[in-house]
């Protein structure tokens, strides 16, 4: 399935969970700067304020994420998204089963020229 979105990564992130009834958001941080925070926005700490559910972000090494059944895992293909996604197949090695859907969320960039 593809759900294309014209809003901010965060607003999308946070809708898609809403709309198809997810446990918990399961997400890395970039890990940006603090100029590049103020100037950007942080997409990770949007959707802890935005999302109705859980939200479990992955700064630096996978950790255990609440024991839920549905997670939504967004990746934008930064290294910290990826740990996140780490969180699920250490929970699978466990022994622990979940529904997880990834999407996929990119910024749109702007074309000054």
Known sequence: MVHLAASSPAETIADYAHRHGFDEVVMGSRGRGR??????????TTVVHE?????????SRPV???????????CDGCVNALRAAQ??????????????????????????T
């Open 35 to 44: 100029m590049e925070r103020i100037v950007f926005g942080s997409v990770a």
């Open 51 to 59: 999302a109705e559910i859980p939200v479990t972000v992955v700064k």
């Open 64 to 74: 255990a994420a609440a024991a839920t059944e549905a997670w939504l895992l967004p």
């Open 87 to 112: 969180c699920f197949v250490d929970d699978v090695r466990r022994g622990n089963q979940r529904v997880v859907h990834l999407l996929n969320v990119q910024q749109q960039v702007l074309d000054w």
